[in-house]
């Protein structure tokens, strides 16, 4: 019952940030930017999880040795991800920078392997391997294409510390806090790292029009908050590594919600890619709990 509880946790994890690129594409149409955007979504995030969690009445103590570690997720982790993809779509298509992004998941499993235990079954290898061709196939990368090597290195950064992130969550010193506290602290410490850069590099305006401040709120529910917290809830559930595989079904949703919301295209090649990750997420889910 554990397992299938991680396992829906991901789905609607993978489902919410799937949705991230279409919101913060009308957030930008709406009159807001990339630096805004941003700072509206963490602090937004911060806010509503405070609430949240004064509200259910959740436990907001952690001791020192948590909060050294939630400090690397939230700002090595959570933060530089988003950084550093934003910067490598500078360099490379935004393709590309997701097609590269996406080799965190082999990372993560490589990792939870030594760091706790996680068994690597030719089953989970055999669903990795799905996961990854149908993410190149929805994305797709023209063999045309002019790759710049500053993107190409940014785009593994941004999977080498989402790797981090994951694997922060999953360890044992954060397992007795609760998924909506702990994501709490992850955005208070985004949250101040991304207005310190920005005020640092003269980045931060914080007049944005209306339409694009509901456009963010609507990203910070549906696409930070809920995410993220259930993303916690899955990696403690099912592991790591696991959780990171199934997490591949954030480009299926892009590309349905770009279709339905914003008539993008939608090719043969896409759909075969989408049920190659399908078919990674069902093997995953019948598979025998290999954690531990």
Request: hydrophobic fraction near 55%; glycine fraction near 8%; charge should be positive.
């Amino acid at each position: 019952m554990k397992k299938i509880y991680g396992v829906i946790c991901v789905v609607i994890s993978s489902i919410g940030f799937g949705l991230m690129p279409v919101l913060a594409k009308l957030a930008y149409e709406s009159g807001g930017n990339t630096y805004n955007v941003l700072f509206y979504r963490f602090l937004f995030a911060l806010i509503v999880l405070w609430i949240y969690n004064l509200i259910t009445g959740k436990s907001m103590k952690i001791t020192k040795e948590q909060l050294k570690l939630i400090f690397i997720i939230g700002l090595v982790g959570y933060y530089t991800t988003s950084l550093a993809l934003f910067m490598a779509y500078n360099y490379v298509p935004v393709g590309v920078a997701t097609t590269i992004h996406f080799i965190y998941p082999a990372i993560v499993t490589a990792a939870s392997y030594f760091l706790y235990k996680e068994k690597i079954t030719p089953l989970k290898v055999f669903a990795l391997v799905l996961s990854f061709i149908g993410v190149f196939m929805i994305i797709g990368i023209s063999s045309d294409v002019s790759l710049d090597i500053r993107g190409i290195v940014l785009s593994v950064v941004s999977a080498a510390v989402w790797a981090v992130y994951v694997l922060g969550v999953a360890n044992p010193l954060l397992e007795g806090i609760n998924s909506s506290v702990l994501v709490f602290y992850i955005s208070v410490i985004s949250c101040i790292g991304n207005g310190t850069a920005q005020a640092l590099t003269s980045k931060l305006n914080l007049l944005i029009p209306g339409k694009a401040l509901i456009m963010v709120l609507l990203l910070t529910l549906l696409s930070t908050v809920i995410p993220m917290v259930t993303f916690g809830i899955g990696i403690q559930a099912i592991g790591p590594g696991s959780a990171s595989i199934l997490s591949t079904l954030e480009p299926v949703t892009s590309l349905i919600v770009g279709y339905l919301l914003l008539s993008e295209p939608i090719t043969w090649q896409m759909i075969t890619g989408a049920l190659f990750i399908l078919a990674a997420v069902i093997l995953l889910s019948v598979q025998k709990s290999d954690k531990g």
